[in-house]
């Protein structure tokens, strides 16, 4: 990873243990002013859909998955079909 991905991780782990310190700035900030509206933007976008959406992402990554498998083993066994 480059230099400037490590330092937005430690960034993030020093801001998340700073934050943990206190709970009533998060409360106040987090949990009754910004977690509301992105709770909103979420049902509208969202809601509509009889599932979870992260269902989606699962689903969307074994596919992936699976044709990437697929498209493995093909390829050794075209390999190993050749060098007979």
């Keep these: 990873m480059k230099f400037w991905t ?8 020093i801001l998340i243990k700073f934050s943990s310190s206190y709970s009533g700035f998060i409360e ?3 949990s009754n002013g910004i977690y509301p509206v992105i709770s909103k933007i979420q049902r ?3 809601g509509w859909i009889p ?8 689903g ?8 990437k498998t697929w ?9 190993s079909l050749n060098r007979l």
């Design 60 to 67: 969307f990554f074994l596919i992936v998955l699976l044709v």
């Design 44 to 46: 509208i976008l969202l």
């Design 71 to 79: 498209q493995v083993v093909r390829t050794l066994f075209k390999r």
């Design 28 to 30: 106040h900030y987090y």
């Design 6 to 13: 490590w330092a937005l991780l430690i960034l993030l782990v």
């Design 51 to 58: 599932f979870s959406a992260g269902d989606l992402l699962y």
